[in-house]
């Protein structure tokens, strides 16, 4: 799978754009090779910044084993349901996840940035050097963390994806930005933060096609995460505080993850049907309720150790209520969340649109669990105590990857017919949502 010169040229604009950015990166080359020869004091050698990110261990799996594996099943359903940061620390080699559905994944990033352009990804000038490192990160890590599956045969400089089949050219000049290059090794989707000079943190470069709702890059390059983030529930009271603590201490060796959720009743990942729906606007009746699925947004924060930016990842999982209903308090804790959380919480998740349509649902499983034993009438409604991840995580390994004991699930076909007919409701939602902001 190859971006071809042409669909490049539509991605980041007209070809003055491009080769002004490419200057840029030359440039920022040059200046990158030269850090190790950095003299006493410079701001990034090495005696001036000792914390050293750590590094991932191999991990021997081939494309074959590619096809079958699950990655760690998250279940970050929790009760009560506070506004939190809910941060755990990171395991490197969890950084960049591997599994049945990574093809598709990248393959809809192709779609999407040819499609939508600088809609999805895009940076600022000032970024080049943070976005050239996270390329150097991400390529390092890919490399390192899955020997059989990024190959090289000259140390780096051509890296094979045996998962696509597209041999990526690292040498210089780059023949694309970097976070091309990093749209086509990783599943995530990535943002880059700087701290101004005005002290303010801003998100200078993003590659963002999964945002499951409208993110509109154009509308948040520059922006401070204030801002960014206005919509969001207790961010100013709760999450702000917490965030900006963090984010002081933060060294590059400190990897955090955390994961937040929403139902849709789809599997697509630039725009969700539950996000696509007008205000005021209910799920169809046609709908099965067997149609819903969790959508967890598994999201990651560190650091880069020369240029100091803060990089947030998120990628995006399917979870059915179905392949989840015998999981113990799983239904209950999904029913409790969507009916008796915060208004603001319940409005911006947009449980309303859908809530009455599955509860009867959710009344059945509630029941079922009951009825096999495997919840009392009695039990009280809670965290679950493997809290963000599935009881059975405990039961898988890295290599053989995570298999639901109750359910066996994949969705790549689905997902590949839904994304058939989307273009068309995509741009009438991303319309509607413009002639809103203007």
Not at 26 to 34: G, I, R
Not at 232 to 241: A, I, N, Q, R
Not at 291 to 312: C, D, G, H, W, Y
Not at 381 to 392: R, W
């Amino acid at each position: 799978m190859v971006f071809e010169d042409k669909d490049t040229i539509k991605l980041i604009g007209v070809g003055a754009a491009v080769a002004s950015s490419l200057y840029l990166l030359k440039v920022t080359l040059d200046k990158y090779s030269q850090t190790k020869r950095a003299k006493k004091g410079s701001r990034y050698s090495d005696s001036e910044n000792p914390d050293i990110p750590p590094e991932p261990t191999p991990l021997y799996i081939t494309p074959e084993n590619v096809k079958t594996r699950d990655d760690r099943p998250w279940r970050p359903f929790r009760w009560p349901y506070h506004q939190t940061m809910s941060i755990f620390k990171l395991d490197v080699n969890n950084w960049l996840d591997m599994d049945k559905y990574y093809y598709e994944y990248i393959k809809e990033k192709e779609r999407v940035y040819h499609t939508y352009g600088k809609d999805n990804i895009d940076w600022l000038p000032g970024s080049e050097e943070s976005c050239l490192e996270l390329m150097e990160m991400v390529k390092s890590h890919m490399m390192k963390r899955y020997p059989l599956l990024f190959t090289t045969q000259d140390n780096g400089e051509h890296v094979k994806n045996e998962l696509t089949g597209e041999i990526l050219d690292f040498s210089l000049p780059l023949k694309d930005h970097p976070l091309i290059y990093v749209s086509k090794m990783a599943k995530e989707d990535f943002y880059i933060v700087h701290k101004c000079d005005d002290g303010q943190h801003r998100l200078m470069a993003a590659a963002v096609p999964f945002p499951g709702g409208s993110f509109g890059i154009k509308y948040k390059l520059g922006k401070t995460l204030d801002v960014i983030h206005t919509e969001v529930p207790y961010y100013e009271t709760k999450l702000k505080p917490s965030m900006e603590r963090w984010f002081a201490r933060m060294k590059a060796s400190d990897l955090v993850e955390r994961a937040s959720w929403y139902i849709s009743w789809d599997h697509k990942l630039l725009l969700n049907n539950v996000y696509a729906l007008k205000e005021g606007d209910t799920v169809s009746s046609d709908v099965k309720p067997t149609e819903f699925n969790v959508r967890v947004e598994r999201q990651t924060l560190r650091r880069l150790p020369k240029s100091n930016a803060i990089i947030f990842t998120n990628h995006p999982v399917f979870y059915s209520i179905d392949e989840m209903k015998d999981e113990p308090l799983v239904p209950s804790l999904i029913r409790k969340i969507i009916y008796e959380a915060a208004d603001s919480i319940c409005k911006y998740k947009n449980f309303s649109s859908f809530r009455d349509h599955i509860l009867p649902y959710l009344n059945e499983l509630v029941d079922r669990q009951i009825e096999k034993g495997i919840i009392n009438e009695d039990t009280p409604v809670k965290t679950l105590p493997t809290y963000p991840f599935a009881h059975f995580l405990k039961d898988g390994d890295a290599h053989s990857g995570w298999i639901n004991p109750s359910a066996t699930v994949n969705y790549s076909e689905k997902f590949k017919e839904e994304i058939k007919g989307a273009e068309d409701l995509e741009k009438q939602t991303f319309k509607r949502n413009a002639d809103m902001t203007a």
